[in-house]
């Protein structure tokens, strides 16, 4: 499975947009890129998951370059609740199904 | 919008003890998993189940656990002689399939504390 590589943590403000890159230099043809989401005692929550160029959906935007070996989690406007821990993941496909590799993420956190 | 249910959120056991760990998953989906995290540190994989047999566990999932689906809706983790180490927040999801482009769902999660 590709190694993931992103910022520990980003502060932003309310208001802003905020843009969280994640490198993954070894993807493979067949994987996919997938970020969540993660309140301190909950479960990840999936944010939003593409292959390549730009998917947008009602919470953010994933912007994918053409070599993929890097993508965008673009937040527009945050608020203060989107202070959580932001995960990238490289998705492929191990055995009987998808095993996600978690690494640290990073925790975003947005102030007045 | 569907979602991973688990229960109990939180649940406390003496050291030595068994714990079942229950979730019921998307109804149409057709993998599912177990994850957990312990206080601080990553969210790890324990195993993947697909059509009534363990697909892939990790190092962690030893003896001391195991997995089963019981009926056509839950889906449930064991824990054997718990152990302090155990103290963990334990994650169930689900998939639809197994393809990379499919997403998984995660449960809010069971808190299990081992004293």
């Known amino acids: 499975l590709a190694k993931t590589t992103q910022p520990i943590s980003m502060d932003s403000y309310e208001g802003q947009e905020v843009n969280i890159t994640c490198s993954h230099n070894n993807i493979a043809t067949n994987d996919y890129i997938t970020w969540y989401q993660q309140f301190p005692s909950q479960g990840p929550r999936f944010i939003i998951q593409?292959?390549?160029t730009k998917v947008t959906n009602e919470v953010a935007s994933l912007f994918i370059p053409a070599d993929r070996k890097s993508s965008t989690l673009s937040l527009p406007r945050v608020s203060l609740s989107d202070t959580a821990v932001y995960y990238c993941?490289?998705?492929?496909?191990?055995?009987?199904?998808?095993?996600?590799?978690f690494g640290t993420g990073t925790q975003l956190k947005v102030e007045l | 919008e569907p979602e991973v249910t688990q229960t109990p959120s939180h649940q406390v056991t003496q050291m030595g003890q068994e714990v079942i760990l229950r979730c019921v998953p998307i109804?149409?989906?057709?993998?599912f998993y177990w994850y957990r995290q312990i206080l601080g540190q990553k969210v790890e994989f324990l195993v993947s189940f697909y059509n009534n047999e363990i697909s892939e566990k990790s190092e962690i999932f030893d003896d001391q656990f195991s997995v089963e689906r019981p009926d056509g809706s839950n889906f449930t983790l064991k824990i054997r002689s718990t152990k302090l180490e155990d103290s963990a927040m334990y994650f169930c999801?689900?998939?639809?399939?197994?393809?990379?482009?499919?997403?998984?769902?995660f449960g809010e999660g069971s808190w299990l504390t081992v004293v």
């Open positions: 993941l490289v998705v492929g496909v191990t055995g009987g199904g998808n095993k996600l590799t």
């Open positions: 593409g292959y390549k």
């Open positions: 999801a689900s998939s639809r399939t197994g393809n990379s482009g499919n997403t998984i769902y």
């Open positions: 109804s149409n989906h057709l993998y």
